[in-house]
């Protein structure tokens, strides 16, 4: 089965930190690019950071960056989200996804909630 899973949400309190992790079952993410996302009640789904298949080319929305840090290890088949000086404005279910030509996939998504 061709899945991509999301772990590491959590309740913590603002200013903490999480790592989330995207792995992927039965195909491998060596040429896909791979995006976050996350979506608020009542919001609109958003980018949050986007890494290229080498990593060698990463992007982050204004309200993340210098606070989040996107990564990869192929060799694992994985991609993770390391997250710092969380804010109760990132609470949200996070998503990642993966693209690759015609070819894409989401995960199911895993809750962040950031509140004291």
């Known amino acids: 089965q061709l899945q991509l899973v999301e772990s590491g949400g959590g309740l913590v309190q603002p200013g903490g930190s999480l790592r989330l992790s995207c792995a992927a079952s039965?195909?491998?993410?060596?040429?896909?690019?791979i995006g976050w996302f996350r979506q608020a009640p009542g919001k609109e789904r958003e980018g949050v950071s986007c890494?290229?298949?080498?990593?060698?080319?990463?992007n982050y929305a204004d309200s993340v960056k210098g606070r989040f840090t996107i990564s990869r290890d192929n060799a694992k088949n994985t991609v993770y989200l390391q997250m710092n000086s969380l804010k109760p404005e990132d609470t949200a279910v996070y998503y990642c996804?993966?693209?690759?030509?015609?070819?894409?996939?989401w995960g199911q998504g895993t809750q962040v909630t950031v509140s004291s």
């Open positions: 996804n993966a693209a690759y030509g015609a070819s894409e996939y």
């Open positions: 890494i290229s298949s080498s990593g060698g080319s990463t």
């Open positions: 039965g195909f491998t993410l060596d040429y896909y690019a």
